[in-house]
């Protein structure tokens, strides 16, 4: 068994694609991934689990789908690469209110894009992770999951750094 984080994009925002983690808890348990837990609201998932990341992603995607009747995008993380994305942030993690990760499903195929406009705030592409930084703060970045989703053609989800961090610490317990 291997454990991971896995990632769900856009559930329980603005009361779309409600689904409690009581709920998605037995769905995880019934699937047969083992020592699950969640944090928080927004699809932040640790499990054990002997599949690969693209399966584990397809059984939570398909059994959701099945289930509550939408589609949710879903994103795994080993735990080497989880700590490897917080060990190489290249910005300044001071203010953590301003740093963010955004998680890709897989690495985009042409890195170099332009985004006009975003002020003092900045990303770097590296593989499949975004990493942000955002003084402007994350209610009026441009940096936002569609924009990289759109101009990387990728599946993105982010994870502010306390979350990240919170991630790491209870896939180590």
């Not at 759109?150 to 306390?162: D, E, H, S």
Request: positive net charge.
């Amino acid at each position: 068994m291997k454990k991971y984080i896995v990632l769900l994009r856009g559930i329980n925002v603005s009361g779309k694609n409600k689904l409690p983690m009581a709920d998605l808890r037995s769905l995880l348990n019934d699937l047969g991934f083992q020592n699950v837990q969640t944090y928080i609201q927004s699809g932040n998932i640790i499990l054990d689990a002997d599949k690969s990341k693209s399966v584990i992603c397809k059984k939570i995607s398909q059994e959701i789908l099945n289930r509550f009747g939408y589609t949710v995008p879903v994103i795994a993380k080993t735990i080497p690469e989880w700590k490897k994305a917080i060990e190489n942030y290249p910005f300044s993690i001071e203010n953590e209110k301003i740093v963010a990760f955004t998680f890709l499903d897989n690495i985009p195929t042409n890195t170099k894009i332009a985004i006009k406009n975003v002020g003092d705030d900045a990303y770097k592409i590296v593989d499949d992770l975004v990493y942000l930084y955002c003084p402007s703060t994350f209610a009026k970045t441009k940096l936002s999951n569609n924009l990289f989703e759109k101009k990387l053609k990728v599946t993105a989800t982010t994870r502010n750094l306390r979350t990240t961090l919170k991630l790491l610490e209870l896939a180590k317990t």
